[in-house]
């Protein structure tokens, strides 16, 4: 947790929307990679990193010279060609992990909020269309088609706060792209970072104590402590063994054929988890932030609900270059069910990922991780979910969670 630096009290947070408000990077990748095609081209990470956080022209500019198509395209002529099809998805922009829980906590407690955006007024009112009422609990917006100079420059997040009546240093900006962290730091603002990028070596190294820049670098909203900036701490945890858990609501919820894993989890661990194929699921597992989440399960074919505990990401205790999703099912999991299906309705989130000093160590926090859900999953909130028709859809009779 961040701790305060001497002297600015916090009285507003400032959004970014794109990557840390809502998972829209995901839709960009995917459309940008179908025109990038064209050209024999694929939206790496370096023009990920170049064009994330700007507004649109700005970031296919960026794009266009990382790739090398100067003479091939200009961003116009790429802008022009992915919007119209973006414009058809963006009504199905959905609130990243934590987001939506962050924002109505906030606004309920009257902290004022921002939203300091690249992207132009049009298209972010779009981004919101299905989200009724979200545009309400900010007290300024600022978007990319109303300021002189677009992220990286200072202009979006000075505006903001003078619309807001505070000085930059009143606020803290949240932001996941390195064009918007140098943005928000220029403005004079502390930023929380919680980066999209998977190389977080292109972002700054967090400083709790820093007057301007990033204070502190997240996995995900779903970790942000608002008490640690002298604001309302949340007050809808779930407890289990003596642990706070975070409900996720709506719950995510995954579905793939069973693979085989690295095969440690039995092997060195003593625990078996159900691998589920990262490619079949590669679009919503890119929207599960990395963490340790808890929930239920259901195997194709099988009886009854299973409670679950699960880890997202990238195994740093290992350093997996690939993420994968490894739930563990608490019970009922004698039988071999590789290439069944197998439904996860994931509904809280317990931890973010870790290294250990030993293998021992992560054994030790894996099985407290299971203690911790099994006791959060039997609190009404979490066991409600249970009977979900997504899970029960597959069982072959009763849910006997
Ligand atoms: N791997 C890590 O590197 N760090 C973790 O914090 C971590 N937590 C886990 C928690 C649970 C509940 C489970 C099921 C797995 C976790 N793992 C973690 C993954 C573990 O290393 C992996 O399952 C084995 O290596 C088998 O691939
Ligand atoms: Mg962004």
Same mark, same amino acid.
């Given at each position: 947790m961040a701790q305060l630096a001497c002297?600015?009290?916090?009285?507003?947070l400032v959004l970014d929307v794109d990557g840390t408000l809502l998972d829209t990077e995901s839709l960009v990748v995917e459309v940008s990679n %179908? /025109?990038?095609?064209?050209?024999?081209?694929?939206?790496?990470? !370096?023009a990920q990193r170049a064009g994330f956080g700007k507004r649109p022209l700005e970031a296919w500019q960026a794009v266009i010279e990382v790739l090398g198509l100067e003479a091939v395209a200009s961003a116009q002529e790429l802008y022009s060609q992915s919007e119209p099809v973006l414009q058809q998805m963006w009504c199905d922009s959905?609130?990243?992990?934590?987001?939506?829980?962050l924002i109505s906590h906030l606004a309920a407690a009257g902290v004022p909020l921002a939203l300091a955006t690249s992207t132009p007024r049009a298209t972010l009112e779009k981004k919101l269309s299905r989200h009724e009422g979200v545009l309400g609990l900010f007290q300024a917006i600022v978007c990319g088609d109303e300021?002189?100079?677009?992220?990286?420059?200072?202009?979006?997040?000075?505006?903001?706060?003078? %619309? /807001?009546?505070?000085?930059?240093?009143?606020?803290?900006?949240? !932001?996941d792209a390195p064009s918007g962290v140098q943005a928000a730091t220029a403005a004079g603002m502390r930023v929380v970072v919680v980066p999209s990028l998977l190389d977080t070596k292109h972002y700054p190294v967090p400083d709790g104590t820093a007057v301007t820049g990033c204070v502190e670098t997240l996995p995900s909203l779903l970790e942000f402590r608002p008490e640690g900036y002298g604001l309302p701490a949340f007050c809808d945890c779930i407890q289990g063994a003596g642990e706070d858990t975070v409900p996720l609501d709506p719950p995510l919820m995954l579905s793939g054929p069973v693979v085989k894993g690295f095969g440690r989890g039995s092997k060195e661990l003593g625990i078996r988890t159900a691998n589920l194929d990262a490619n079949s699921l590669s679009g919503r597992l890119a929207e599960a932030v990395t963490g340790i989440f808890l929930g239920w399960a259901a195997v194709e074919?099988?009886?009854?609900?299973?409670?679950?505990?699960?880890?997202?990401?990238?195994?740093?205790?290992?350093?997996?270059?690939?993420?994968?999703a490894e739930p563990w099912l608490l019970t009922g999991f004698e039988q071999d069910f590789y290439g069944k299906e197998l439904r996860l309705l994931v509904c809280g989130y317990i931890r973010a990922e870790a290294a250990f000093v030993s293998l021992e160590a992560l054994k030790t926090r894996i099985f407290k991780d299971a203690d911790v859900a099994r006791e959060a999953l039997d609190d009404p909130a979490f066991h409600k979910w249970a009977v979900d028709p997504f899970l029960t859809a597959v069982t072959s009779a009763q849910a006997s969670a």
């Open positions: 002297c600015q009290p916090v009285r507003a %179908k /025109l990038l095609a064209k050209y024999g081209k694929t939206l790496t990470m !370096e959905r609130f990243l992990p934590g987001a939506r829980r300021v002189q100079n677009g992220k990286p420059a200072p202009d979006t997040f000075l505006s903001v706060a003078a %619309k /807001l009546g505070l000085q930059p240093s009143e606020c803290v900006a949240v !932001e074919g099988q009886q009854g609900v299973h409670k679950m505990v699960m880890s997202v990401g990238y195994n740093p205790h290992y350093g997996n270059k690939e993420k994968t």
